[in-house]
């Protein structure tokens, strides 16, 4: 009888076991498609095709890569931020990324870029918390007082900030910038998928805040 007993609590674990899997993968699929589908109507690809605003949002990334060599991520957003600029669809950018030690600033990093790319700067504000992307979008609202963005990011990318976007009361339009080939942002890609399901859980179960947010500023706008 021992021995029997043993057997069904070690069958009743592993079934626990095997249902906590399949309920997290469920969720994750879940999650995913959630996002997708409820903002795939938000995201352009053609800058043409985009209604105009007055801000947009450039989500940081970093300059270059762990080796050195550029980052074509950072590349490809400051490409399609001065494009959009250039065409008048924005009148102003926040550039949203980390800074979390003099060494390391992508919002400066961004702003120099644009500038070269003939951005005037009287047309960049800097947020230098955007340490991820929710504290990127909440700060956009909370501190900069914006209703209404544009995202500058890459297609994998713009479905999760306009989620985030519009859970908390923005009116969020995507444009993408250009991507890498699947093999080479495979991994990234992969994460991003991770990224979406922990969106949904900070959210809706965490609410999770910014690290910083701290007093309103002013974008004055031309």
Do not use: C
């Not at 959630?34 to 985009?50: A, E, N, P, R």
């Not at 957003?77 to 600029?85: D, N, P, S, V």
């Amino acid at each position: 009888m021992k021995d029997l007993g043993g057997k069904l609590r070690q069958h009743w674990v592993t079934r626990g076991i095997w249902w906590g899997i399949v309920s997290l993968l469920l969720f994750v699929v879940i999650s995913n498609i959630w996002i997708l589908v409820s903002t795939h109507g938000q995201v352009y690809d053609k800058i043409s095709d985009l209604p105009k605003a007055k801000v947009a949002v450039v989500l940081g990334t970093s300059k270059t890569l762990v080796n050195g060599s550029p980052n074509r991520y950072f590349k490809y957003r400051i490409e399609k931020a001065a494009e959009l600029y250039k065409m008048k669809k924005v009148s102003h950018f926040i550039l949203s990324g980390d800074n979390h030690s003099k060494y390391y600033n992508e919002p400066q990093d961004m702003k120099n870029a644009l500038i070269a790319k003939g951005v005037p700067e009287d047309a960049i504000t800097l947020d230098y918390a955007g340490f991820r992307t929710l504290d990127s979008m909440v700060r956009a609202k909370e501190i900069f007082g914006q209703e209404e963005v544009i995202v500058i990011t890459q297609k994998f990318h713009a479905f999760r900030a306009i989620f985030i976007g519009e859970y908390h009361g923005i009116s969020t339009m995507a444009l993408t910038a250009r991507d890498l080939s699947l093999e080479q942002s495979l991994k990234v890609e992969g994460r991003e998928i991770l990224a979406r399901t922990k969106a949904v859980i900070d959210l809706y179960v965490l609410n999770e805040s910014p690290k910083f947010l701290g007093r309103p500023e002013t974008i004055t706008q031309r």
